[in-house]
């Protein structure tokens, strides 16, 4: 009996251990850690993209909260009076001088005055090295807003900060400005707001309420587009001044000088 018993238990036994062979060939274990590897890798690259693009979505924030109280309207046709701090003052549109002149400004940076027959490209463009006052002021005559900051005190993240508000964005330009005596200053044409922090919501504010607004600067509708070589080449644009405006320089009254380009004439529009 006991070797009858053992005898019916042996194929059963075998059975088992087919069974358990096949079950195990059976499990698509490449396919699963196939599947595994994609969603992981899925999963990295959506946290990479959120953590990189939360400081553009925090942006986004910032540049909606200001407009919803500083955008131009008929009613309050230049915000900026309610922004603290803002400088104003009244400049001669229209006076050009020669790309080899300089002019005596009387705000560093400047925010209006005579200035190159040339604007500077303001498509959002980000200069590395600070460009030549006369050309950024044109800029601003044709509604551009400026950013500058001071090179030794804003660099890293916060420069980055400074950047996202400008890089890409129409009627926009960011340049380092040596020896500012703050951070950070803005400039839109007859309109200044110097800062410490490069998160002050009065930036966006600014921002806002100028760019663009018909209301504050002189040509209305014109261009902010590169010109190119043998006139602004944003690539290798002319570079800032640092020295003291000579005897020779023009002053904030100046009404231009003969031969510089007319916009009136197709060299500015």
Not at 124 to 130: M, S
Not at 185 to 199: A, E, M, N, R, T
Not at 240 to 264: H, I, L, R
């Amino acid at each position: 009996m006991a070797s009858g018993k053992k005898g019916n238990r042996k194929p059963n036994a075998v059975k088992a251990a087919r069974g358990s062979a096949v079950g195990t060939k059976n499990i698509p274990w490449g396919t699963i850690i196939a599947v595994v590897a994609i969603v992981l890798l899925a999963g990295g690259v959506f946290g990479y993209y959120y953590v990189a693009s939360s400081d553009s979505r925090e942006q986004k924030d910032r540049e909606q909260a200001a407009a919803e109280q500083f955008t131009p309207s008929k009613d309050n046709p230049d915000p900026s009076t309610n922004i603290r701090g803002v400088q104003t003052a009244e400049y001669q549109a229209g006076a050009h001088v020669l790309p080899n002149e300089r002019v005596a400004y009387d705000q560093a940076p400047p925010f209006g005055g005579p200035h190159d027959g040339f604007w500077a490209s303001c498509t959002g463009t980000v200069y590395d090295e600070a460009v030549r006052n006369e050309n950024m002021v044109h800029a601003l005559e044709h509604g551009a807003v400026w950013i500058a900051y001071d090179p030794e005190q804003v660099k890293g993240e916060d420069l980055e900060a400074l950047r996202i508000r400008v890089e890409n964005k129409p009627f926009m330009m960011l340049s380092p400005y040596p020896n500012l005596d703050k951070p950070v200053s803005l400039q839109s044409w007859g309109h200044q707001l110097k800062v410490d922090d490069v998160d002050d919501e009065r930036i966006d504010q600014f921002i806002a309420a100028l760019k663009r607004n018909a209301n504050t600067y002189p040509e209305v509708g014109a261009s902010c587009d590169a010109l190119g070589p043998g006139q602004f080449d944003p690539e290798n644009p002319p570079k800032f001044d640092p020295s003291e405006p000579g005897k020779d320089a023009k002053p904030m009254d100046y009404q231009g000088s003969q031969n510089a380009v007319d916009e009136s004439m197709g060299g500015g529009q």
